[in-house]
Each structure stands twice: as structure tokens, then as C-alpha cells.
């Protein structure tokens, strides 16, 4: 995505304005969402793709040399020391356009983040 381009109403908008090899990571990204995640709706936020449940599942974004996964990941350590190779510095995810894209890691992802969004809800319902 180009810092420039108008800015994106839709995630369609979005990964229709980036490269043709991107496009199908991206949408393989917001298939893994929308299965993990069926209720969750789709927006564009600080002007990239997101999906909200209750709060932020994830950011996701196209940058030159790899995809950002947003927010950083917290509260499952062995989730944690599989992401290692992929955390930048201050903790969102950096996937390398150059090797394979951990779908799977991805996949555990979203799913780690769907699961802190409904505890979340269910302790603000009980409190």
C-alpha cells in the first residue's frame, strides 16, 4: 500500500491497491479471521485492515518487505515463544514477505486473540 494512495473505505479497497502477489496472502489472512471469528466485523482502522469483536482482533497490513500483524501478543507464553523470529520491537508482528507465510502461527494468532476478547467480555458482564 502506497503512504500517498486515497485513503481505503473497505478491506476490499485495500487489498485491491496492493501488488497482485500480496493479495492473495492478505485475503488468506482475512479468511483465517473470518473463520475464527464469523461475528466479527470488518473495518478499516489507522487506515488498515481490522476485524472487531469486542475490541480489536487484529491489524493487519501489506508493508515493502513483510505483513504486520497488530496488536502485539500477550498472555500465552508458548504462543509467545513461537512468534519469536516474527516480533519487532515493540512487539507487533512482522511476517518476511521473502519466506513462507506461517499460516498456521497466524491462524493461533487470531484465535489467541478471540479468546482474550470473549473473557474480556465475560468478565465486564459478570463485574
Keep these: 500500500m502506497r503512504a500517498n494512495s486515497k485513503i481505503p473505505a473497505t478491506i476490499d479497497d485495500y487489498i485491491e491497491a496492493c501488488p497482485r502477489n500480496v493479495q492473495s496472502i492478505l485475503q488468506r489472512i482475512r479468511r483465517i479471521v473470518q473463520d475464527a471469528a464469523p461475528e466479527a466485523v470488518e473495518v478499516i482502522s489507522y487506515r488498515m485492515p481490522a476485524f472487531k469483536l469486542n475490541g480489536i482482533v487484529i491489524y493487519f497490513a ?12 500477550k498472555g500465552d507464553p508458548k504462543l509467545a515463544k513461537a512468534l519469536e523470529g516474527y516480533t519487532g520491537p515493540k512487539g507487533n508482528l512482522r511476517f518476511p514477505m521473502d519466506e513462507p507465510i506461517p499460516y498456521g502461527l497466524i491462524k493461533r494468532v ?18
Excluded at 501489506?62 to 501478543?73: C, E, R, V
Design 62 to 73: 501489506a508493508f515493502k518487505n513483510h505483513i504486520g500483524i497488530f496488536p502485539p501478543i
Design 110 to 127: 487470531v484465535s489467541h486473540r478471540v479468546k482474550q476478547l470473549r473473557a474480556k467480555t465475560t468478565k465486564t458482564k459478570k463485574g
